[in-house]
Every structure is written in structure tokens, then in C-alpha cells.
């Protein structure tokens, strides 16, 4: 269970991109990757809340940074 954060960041990032082309703004997607990083963080990850909620900023913030800096490696 230790690497399951590695698969949930790859989760979300598809989730994301599914809210993407069901039309939600751009500018959404890192509050939607926080939320969603939050949930899976509480739910699925932390033995309480505390850590629950702190491994879920880190799987969220690590969605959104990873989906932009892949995204502008390639665009250049």
C-alpha cells in the first residue's frame, strides 16, 4: 500500500482530463486535482485525518504539477 499514491496521482490526472473535455474551465482543474487528492488522502490512504488530509495535498498538488510540467516540456 505504500506506492498506492503513485497510482492514485495517475488517477487523477485522468480524471481530470475527463472534466476537461466535458467542457469545465482550465483554470478549475488543480482546485478539482486538490479535492479529489483530498478525498482519496481521507478515504483510501491516511489511518486518520490528519495524515489523511496531508497525503492528500501531497497526491493533488502532485497531479496538478506533474499534468504542467509535462504539458510545458512538450509544448517548447
Avoid: Q
Amino acid at each position: 500500500m505504500e506506492f498506492a499514491g503513485i497510482y492514485i496521482v495517475g488517477l487523477i490526472i485522468g480524471i481530470s482530463e475527463v472534466f476537461k473535455k466535458a467542457g469545465i474551465n482550465n483554470r478549475y482543474i488543480p482546485i478539482l486535482n486538490l479535492i479529489l487528492g483530498l478525498l482519496a488522502g481521507m478515504f483510501l490512504l491516511g489511518d486518520d485525518i490528519k495524515s489523511g488530509v496531508v497525503i492528500g495535498i501531497f497526491i493533488g498538488l502532485s497531479a496538478s504539477g506533474l499534468y504542467s510540467g509535462a504539458k510545458n516540456t512538450l509544448d517548447k
